[in-house]
């Protein structure tokens, strides 16, 4: 079972950055591919960001690249989400996710408001 813990969220203004950090334990956290969903109000949870287990390979929503940059160190146990030029339909739950063949785990979200 593995637990992941996000942090980092709150309240900026557009234009401005903020780095998301998920910790993951109680795995072997370099098996996992990992991601970053979100959810904005009243809105399915859309995919953001994904990263491989060797950090090598990255993929992105069309609505963030160039602006958010996913990343991992895989001896902290943590994946990243570094997010600049933020927009205010950015706003959302970000969720942290592990996966792997047959396995799929989800953090608890942090929250994330971008003000105009």
């Known amino acids: 079972q593995v637990q992941l813990v996000e942090s980092g969220g709150g309240l900026v203004q557009a234009g401005g950055s903020l780095r998301l950090s998920c910790a993951a334990s109680?795995?072997?956290?370099?098996?996992?591919?990992m991601g970053w969903f979100r959810q904005a109000s009243g809105k399915e949870r859309e995919f953001v960001a994904t990263?491989?287990?060797?950090?090598?390979?990255?993929d992105y929503a069309d609505s963030v690249k160039g602006r958010f940059t996913i990343s991992r160190d895989n001896a902290k146990n943590t994946v990243y989400l570094q997010m600049n030029s933020l927009k205010p339909e950015d706003t959302a739950v970000y969720y942290c996710n592990a996966v792997r063949t047959y396995v799929n785990y989800w953090g608890q979200g942090t929250q994330v408001t971008v003000s105009s």
């Open positions: 109680g795995g072997t956290f370099s098996s996992y591919s």
């Open positions: 990263i491989n287990w060797s950090g090598d390979s990255t």
